[in-house]
Structure formats: C-alpha cells, structure tokens
C-alpha cells in the first residue's frame, strides 16, 4: 500500500524560502513520478510541478524560475525548494504518488 508524506510547511516572509519534502513508501521509489499540488482555502487545487521516473521536470507557470524540484532515491524522498516566496503561494501542499496523496503541508508566506 503506497503512503504518502508530506512535510517541511511553514511560516515564512515574503522573498523568503522553503524546502518541502515528499516520502513514498509502499512502492518503488524509481518508477514513479511525483506530483506538488496545492490549494488555498476557497480556491481550486492547482498542479505546482511534477518530476517524472527519469528526472523531468515540469512547472506552473508562477512557479517557473522560483521552484525547483529534485528526487533523492536513497532516501525515496521528492523534494520542493521554494524561493522567492510570495503571498499568494499561501497554501496546502500536497504531493501525490499513484493517485495517493499526503495529508499535506501549510505553506504561509507573510507580506
């Protein structure tokens, strides 16, 4: 059974950053691509970046330039480094691994 985990949330001032991190177990970590989705209380989820099996990368358009995403097979982790935060990025991040998601993590960035 594939579980999902999600932390690294927080509170943080505009321009500042943040590294989230996304723990897969249950499945083969290599095979799998990882998806960052977030949604802001009244708004719709929305699909922030995803890194596929082989390493590519794509982006929202907000987030390109500003967040970049890695995967660190030893540890069966994704990664989310977030810079150059803005108030608007304000949200639950999840990640979703073969349609399974954590339970989230709150991002707040302060103007």
């Known amino acids: 059974q594939v579980q999902v985990a999600e932390s690294g949330g927080g509170l943080v001032q505009a321009g500042g950053s943040l590294r989230l991190s996304c723990a897969a177990s249950g499945t083969s970590f290599r095979i799998n691509s990882f998806s960052w989705y977030r949604q802001a209380p009244g708004k719709e989820r929305e699909l922030v970046a995803a890194?596929?099996?082989?390493?590519?990368?794509t982006f929202e358009d907000s987030a390109k330039g500003r967040f970049f995403v890695s995967r660190d097979g030893d540890k069966n982790t994704v990664y989310l480094q977030m810079n150059s935060l803005k108030p608007e990025d304000t949200a639950t991040y999840f990640c979703?691994?073969?349609?399974?998601r954590g339970q989230g993590t709150q991002v707040t960035v302060s103007s």
């Open positions: 890194i596929s099996s082989g390493g590519s990368t």
């Open positions: 979703v691994v073969q349609g399974v």
